[in-house]
Protein backbone atom coordinates (compact mmCIF):
# COMPACT_ATOMS: atom_id res chain seq x y z
CA UNK A 1 0.00 0.00 0.00
CA UNK A 2 1.09 3.69 -1.20
CA UNK A 3 1.82 6.41 1.65
CA UNK A 4 -0.91 8.34 -0.10
CA UNK A 5 -3.37 5.42 -0.10
CA UNK A 6 -2.45 4.82 3.87
CA UNK A 7 -2.64 8.49 4.64
CA UNK A 8 -6.19 8.51 2.54
CA UNK A 9 -7.96 5.75 4.80
CA UNK A 10 -6.36 7.18 8.36
CA UNK A 11 -8.03 10.40 7.02
CA UNK A 12 -11.29 8.41 6.70
CA UNK A 13 -11.02 7.20 10.34
CA UNK A 14 -10.38 10.59 11.78
CA UNK A 15 -13.39 12.01 9.55
CA UNK A 16 -17.19 12.26 11.15
CA UNK A 17 -18.66 8.50 11.38
CA UNK A 18 -14.82 7.35 11.24
CA UNK A 19 -13.47 4.95 13.91
CA UNK A 20 -11.60 7.79 15.83
CA UNK A 21 -14.52 10.02 15.31
CA UNK A 22 -16.75 7.08 17.33
CA UNK A 23 -14.02 6.95 19.84
CA UNK A 24 -14.51 10.07 20.71
CA UNK A 25 -18.26 9.14 21.16
CA UNK A 26 -17.12 6.39 23.28
CA UNK A 27 -18.20 3.31 20.92
CA UNK A 28 -15.21 1.05 20.59
CA UNK A 29 -15.87 -1.24 17.66
CA UNK A 30 -13.00 -4.30 18.03
CA UNK A 31 -13.23 -4.99 14.45
CA UNK A 32 -13.06 -1.94 12.82
CA UNK A 33 -9.96 -1.46 15.57
CA UNK A 34 -8.47 -4.18 13.99
CA UNK A 35 -8.88 -2.75 10.50
CA UNK A 36 -6.99 0.19 11.66
CA UNK A 37 -4.06 -1.46 13.21
CA UNK A 38 -4.24 -3.29 9.31
CA UNK A 39 -3.35 -0.24 8.16
CA UNK A 40 -0.74 1.23 10.62
CA UNK A 41 0.84 -2.20 9.92
CA UNK A 42 1.20 -1.89 6.19
CA UNK A 43 3.43 1.33 6.63
CA UNK A 44 6.55 0.80 5.30
CA UNK A 45 9.34 3.38 6.02
CA UNK A 46 12.94 3.05 4.72
CA UNK A 47 15.17 3.97 8.01
CA UNK A 48 16.76 6.94 5.20
CA UNK A 49 13.62 8.03 4.38
CA UNK A 50 11.90 11.11 5.35
CA UNK A 51 8.04 10.48 6.79
CA UNK A 52 5.29 13.14 4.86
CA UNK A 53 4.34 15.67 7.39
CA UNK A 54 0.52 14.70 6.83
CA UNK A 55 1.28 10.90 7.54
CA UNK A 56 3.10 12.62 10.72
CA UNK A 57 0.36 14.22 12.05
CA UNK A 58 -1.75 11.26 11.69
CA UNK A 59 -0.02 9.11 13.69
CA UNK A 60 1.73 10.81 16.50
CA UNK A 61 -1.35 12.05 18.12
CA UNK A 62 -2.67 8.53 18.24
CA UNK A 63 -1.81 7.17 21.80
CA UNK A 64 -2.64 10.48 23.68
CA UNK A 65 -6.20 10.58 21.98
CA UNK A 66 -6.58 6.69 22.53
CA UNK A 67 -5.99 7.08 26.40
CA UNK A 68 -7.40 10.01 26.95
CA UNK A 69 -11.01 7.69 25.35
CA UNK A 70 -10.86 5.08 27.77
CA UNK A 71 -13.40 6.59 30.61
CA UNK A 72 -15.37 7.68 27.87
CA UNK A 73 -15.62 4.13 26.61
CA UNK A 74 -16.05 2.38 29.78
CA UNK A 75 -18.92 4.97 30.94
CA UNK A 76 -20.96 4.35 27.31
CA UNK A 77 -20.67 0.59 28.62
CA UNK A 78 -17.94 -0.46 26.42
CA UNK A 79 -15.66 -3.07 27.27
CA UNK A 80 -12.50 -1.51 29.57
CA UNK A 81 -10.10 -3.97 29.15
CA UNK A 82 -10.48 -4.74 25.55
CA UNK A 83 -9.95 -1.70 24.39
CA UNK A 84 -6.74 -0.70 26.83
CA UNK A 85 -5.57 -3.70 24.93
CA UNK A 86 -6.05 -2.12 21.58
CA UNK A 87 -4.62 0.92 22.41
CA UNK A 88 -1.49 -0.99 23.80
CA UNK A 89 -1.51 -2.47 20.12
CA UNK A 90 -1.49 0.68 18.70
CA UNK A 91 1.38 1.80 20.39
CA UNK A 92 3.47 -1.67 19.96
CA UNK A 93 2.48 -1.07 16.11
CA UNK A 94 3.78 2.34 16.03
CA UNK A 95 6.64 1.62 17.92
CA UNK A 96 7.52 -0.94 15.36
CA UNK A 97 6.70 1.47 12.25
CA UNK A 98 8.25 4.45 13.35
CA UNK A 99 10.89 3.12 15.94
CA UNK A 100 12.28 4.57 19.51
CA UNK A 101 14.99 6.72 20.17
Known amino acids: MTIAAIIEQLETEWNTHGF ?3 VRNGD ?3 TRGQAVL ?3 RAIK ?3 EKMVPKRLLSLLW ?3 SFLAW ?3 RIAEKGGNRTAYERFVTEILNTLQEVLGVP
Request: no cysteine.
Open 69 to 71: QTE
Open 61 to 63: YLP
Open 28 to 30: YDA
Open 20 to 22: FDR
Open 45 to 47: IGD
Open 38 to 40: AIL
